[in-house]
């Protein structure tokens, strides 16, 4: 694994444990609600 990506790696099984016992629903709303309010994000241009 990669220190460059090890921070965001943390961050997402964190966030799995944090929101381990909400529905599906809520999850999902709570991740668009994040994904459509932030700005563009230059740590994974031309990651593809």
């Known amino acids: 694994m990669i ?3 090890l921070d965001n790696y943390t961050n997402e099984i964190s966030y799995r444990e944090d929101t381990r016992k909400l529905d599906n629903l809520t999850i999902f709303n ?3 609600h994040k ?3 932030t700005s563009n994000d230059n740590d994974w241009v031309g990651y593809w």
Do not use: I, M, T, W
């Open 3 to 5: 220190n460059l990506y």
């Open 30 to 32: 709570d991740v668009a």
């Open 35 to 37: 994904c459509l309010s």
